[in-house]
Nanobody, 121 residues
């Protein structure tokens, strides 16, 4: 079955950086869209970055230019480099996967990790 395990979250000061990583297993990773989502306290989960099997990336306006997503199809991993962090970036960050379709269609993702907390002060 699909397993996604995030790591790399933590507490940082505004302006700082983190690198989030997600290890995937249980499915044919190179064929899937993968994405990063986040959920801030009291808010709905939002899609912030997606990558196609061929590593074409798409970003939400709120993170474009500050966050960079990558995937390694040989290692079944995806990463999110988060720079210039702001207090509004405080959230639980999730990785997700889906087979086929538009990788930027956030509503179609249906496989989730457990999340990793990012706190910016």
């Amino acid at each position: 079955h699909v397993q996604l395990v995030e790591s790399g979250g933590g507490s940082v000061q505004a302006g700082g950086s983190l690198r989030l990583t997600c290890a995937a297993s249980g499915f044919n990773f190179p064929l899937y869209c993968v994405g990063w989502f986040r959920q801030a306290p009291g808010k709905e989960r939002e899609g912030i970055a997606g990558a196609s099997p061929g590593s074409i990336t798409i970003y939400a306006n709120s993170v474009r230019g500050r966050f960079t997503m990558s995937r390694d199809n040989a290692k079944n991993t995806l990463s999110l480099q988060v720079n210039s962090l702001k207090p509004d970036d405080t959230a639980v960050y999730y990785c997700a996967a889906k087979r086929g379709g538009n990788c930027g269609d956030w509503a179609q993702y249906h496989n989730w990790g457990q999340g990793t907390q990012v706190t910016v002060s």
